[in-house]
């Protein structure tokens, strides 16, 4: 969610939540606050997206419509948001990094705040540099992180078009996890591919959501981080 505090973003992101199409519980993987954006309103959404499905921590790094980011510490910044999360009551389960972005400390400090991580894609997004941080990554897999430390990686696999295409072919994956933008709903045409997608997708396969998986799966793979970077 990348704009939460949008009155019209969030009733076509809340209205999608609570009719489940396919039956599936759509995650909200929520950007904080920024400086000057409403802490109470944006709690009491956040309470709201909750109940209804898994939470998760979406952070921009540089600012509300720049997510990599452009220097500092980027795990302290998800450490901060993360207690601040805590601190307010809510119980966050999954964090994605804004622009696909994850280096070694961010997934330490996901791994250390007890989320699963969902940044890892299973495909190559366009926009990224060569060389860009990012992770790679076809299936769920423990992530080594050094030190004993593991993170339990649910990769993102499908976009709003994928899942759309994946209509007129079987999904060979073990696991579907598709991903949209809820700014993404101001588009009738993609709201409707996304609706029709998740539909069929709940026909051919077995809805789950991000909370059991985080739960109960236990992936064959282990991977080390450093091996990971795509
Ligand atoms: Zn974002």
């Known amino acids: 969610m990348e704009r939460p505090l949008d009155d019209e973003v969030w009733r076509r992101f809340s209205r999608l939540q ?11 993987l929520m950007r904080p606050p920024a400086v000057g954006e409403d802490e109470e309103l944006w709690l009491e959404r956040a309470r709201r997206a ?40 809510l119980d966050v389960e999954l964090f994605c990094g804004g622009g696909w972005y994850l280096d070694a400390d961010v997934a330490h400090t996901v791994a250390e705040l007890g989320y699963a991580d969902c940044t890892a894609t299973a495909f190559r997004p366009a926009y990224l540099e060569p060389g860009a941080a990012h992770v790679q990554l076809d299936e769920p897999a423990w992530l080594e992180l050094g ?19 994946g209509l007129l072919g079987p999904f060979r994956r073990q696991i579907v996890h598709a991903y949209f933008h809820d700014t993404d709903l101001l588009d009738r045409r993609r709201t409707a591919a996304l ?18 998986l985080q739960r109960g799966l236990r992936p064959a793979k282990t991977m080390s981080f450093a091996n990971s970077r795509g």
């Not at 609570?18 to 909200?28: K, L, S, T, V």
């Not at 499905?53 to 220097?71: I, V």
């Not at 339990?152 to 976009?159: A, G, M």
């Open 18 to 28: 609570a009719r489940r199409p396919g039956r599936f519980a759509i995650a909200a």
């Open 50 to 89: 909750q109940a209804l499905a898994p939470l998760g921590l979406h952070t921009h790094w540089t600012a509300p419509d720049h997510a990599r980011p452009t220097g500092g510490d980027p795990a302290a910044l998800v450490r901060e948001q993360g207690e601040w999360l805590r601190s307010a009551g």
């Open 147 to 165: 030190s004993g430390r593991r993170l339990l990686e649910l990769p993102t696999t499908h976009s709003i078009g994928m899942l759309a295409r």
């Open 195 to 212: 609706r029709i997608g998740l539909t069929f997708l709940g026909l051919k396969r077995t809805a789950t959501d991000l909370r059991e």
